[in-house]
């Protein structure tokens, strides 16, 4: 689990460096006008779509396609989701960079995000522990393809982002939401 868990994180974490990297080259945000990164906030934080079920559902997505998917695709899914995910979180961490405004970056994240990206690096080792036990097998260094203990760790890692992605569902759609209220 230790070899999933640590790919899981340097692939979320490349994606946010390269995330922060392209927008410093092709970004299209008029960063001379706060007003257009508060805009987008706007969109993010719509009163209509921040519920609990609609934030839970579309990290529920999130959190089978690494999982699952990266079990059914030999981790490639889990690679390309990992990565996408870093990079949209890089993207808007270069945007409140640019306009001198971490703070509030952190203050809309931290909340929520210190379960929420926990939750995808989980997810994302669990996507990679099916394709990485039979990566093992095929290199004669297990004798079985998937041992029971293999399928009850990888449920496991999925059930464990599942509850955590609950909780940071819960805390962006009553605490995070307020905070973003607050600074609108």
Same mark, same amino acid.
């Given at each position: 689990?230790?070899?999933?868990?640590?790919?899981?994180?340097?692939?979320?974490?490349?994606?946010?460096?390269? $995330?922060?990297?392209?927008?410093?080259? =092709?970004?299209?945000?008029? =960063?001379?006008? /706060?007003?257009?990164?508060?805009?987008?906030?706007?969109?993010?934080?719509?009163?209509?779509?921040?519920?609990?079920?609609?934030?839970?559902?579309?990290?529920?997505?999130?959190?089978?396609?690494?999982?699952?998917?990266?079990?059914?695709?030999?981790? @490639?899914?889990?690679?390309?989701?990992?990565?996408?995910?870093?990079?949209?979180?890089?993207?808007?961490? =270069?945007?409140?960079?640019?306009?001198?405004?971490?703070?509030?970056?952190?203050?809309?994240?931290? /909340?929520? $995000?210190?379960?929420?990206?926990?939750?995808?690096?989980?997810? @994302?080792?669990?996507?990679?522990?099916?394709? =990485? %036990?039979?990566?093992?097998?095929?290199?004669?260094?297990? @004798? %079985?393809?998937?041992?029971?203990?293999?399928?009850?760790?990888?449920?496991?890692?999925?059930?464990?982002?599942?509850?955590?992605?609950?909780?940071?569902?819960?805390?962006?759609?009553?605490?995070?939401?307020?905070?973003? %209220?607050?600074?609108?």
């Amino acid at each position: 689990m230790r070899h999933t868990m640590i790919l899981s994180f340097l692939l979320f974490t490349m994606g946010f460096v390269l $995330g922060v990297s392209l927008s410093s080259h =092709y970004s299209t945000t008029d =960063y001379a006008n /706060p007003e257009s990164i508060l805009g987008l906030l706007d969109q993010e934080f719509n009163m209509n779509r921040v519920t609990f079920a609609n934030i839970f559902v579309n990290n529920l997505k999130v959190v089978l396609l690494l999982s699952f998917g990266g079990a059914l695709t030999f981790g @490639g899914l889990t690679l390309l989701n990992l990565v996408a995910n870093g990079v949209n979180l890089g993207t808007l961490f =270069y945007d409140f960079l640019i306009i001198r405004d971490i703070k509030t970056f952190l203050i809309l994240l931290l /909340p929520h $995000g210190i379960f929420e990206i926990p939750a995808i690096v989980v997810a @994302g080792a669990a996507g990679f522990k099916i394709p =990485y %036990e039979l990566l093992r097998f095929v290199l004669g260094r297990k @004798g %079985e393809i998937i041992s029971e203990e293999d399928a009850k760790e990888f449920f496991k890692l999925v059930a464990i982002s599942v509850i955590m992605i609950l909780i940071a569902a819960l805390i962006e759609s009553t605490v995070t939401l307020k905070i973003a %209220e607050g600074l609108g």
